[in-house]
């Protein structure tokens, strides 16, 4: 009887208050925040912190369940209208593009150009191996029946993989090509940021696979004097494609060196403060490479020119590295 009376009492106190806030997180949730007049805003900050100091109470003097988790729902709603981000998803995309992706990206130069040279440090390598000795290529890429573009091929064979023929272009194929270009090169970007808690060294290793297999096939056609054709063929995608696996092996890389050198903070600490800016990274990486399954599944098999595709492939390069590296204006306060 006495616990009942207590309760009575405390709700009877500060219940007045209680259904102000309610009243005042019902009209924002069912209106907007827009709708809340001056007096309300004034208000709504001071009636949570009574609605908390209340649910404090409540808890320490073991009062009705019921009170409690009525007060507990009532603070929640009123924390994210106190403390919670009022940005439409519109606004905060647009934060993303404009600040937040290019300031991470930016902020990593030294871990972009590591990833950069295990990446394009493995192609180098097949490259000049092979060039020495084709036996090299079937080393690291296997007796593939399937593939075509092998040291074994002619020519024109090679030709007839990077130019397309009238009539041998089908939409559906090239809508269906780029959604595969995509989920592969999305999931090796993904292991080359994921694995990078690994103190890096899974994601190293994984960009100098995927250089080698970019390198030993470079030589294939240079051996038989493609190499501008091919370049061509490749860069049209590629110089979006491979900046795309470069950035996420440096993502991988800011997380792998915050775990292996944490300074003073715990191994954990380190690693959470750096994953905030590679996962920015790494999300940016999922439109470049968008982007690049667009213009490899369509723009490379519809485009024969090979001065429009060095055009398209310099042209990209130059956006990619003047929308991550330019300064920027700050917009005044």
Partial sequence: MTDMLKSYRFREERESDWR????ILTRAENSGVKALSDEDMMALPHLYRQAVSSLSVARSISLDQNVITYLEGLCTRAYF????????MGERMAQFLR?????????????TLLAALFLFGGALLAFFLCLQDMDWYWTFNGHNFMETRTPDASVDDLLATIYTQPGDVNQDQLTAFASF??????????????????????????LVWNGINLGSMYAVFWAKGLGYEFTGWLMIHGTTELFAIVLAGAGGFVIGGAV???GRRSRLASARESGQKAATIAMGCVIMLIIAAVLEGFGRQLINSDVVRYSIAFGMLLLWLGYFYLPRVRPSA
């Fill in 99 to 111: 600040v937040d992706w290019p300031k991470s990206v930016s902020g990593a130069v030294f871990s």
């Fill in 181 to 206: 270009l995509f989920n592969n090169n999305a999931q090796i970007a993904l292991f080359a940021f994921a694995l990078g808690f690994a103190f890096g060294i899974p994601t190293a290793w994984l």
């Fill in 81 to 88: 209208f106190v403390y919670g981000a009022r940005t439409s």
């Fill in 260 to 262: 292996a050198f944490p």
């Fill in 20 to 23: 102000k806030l309610d009243r």
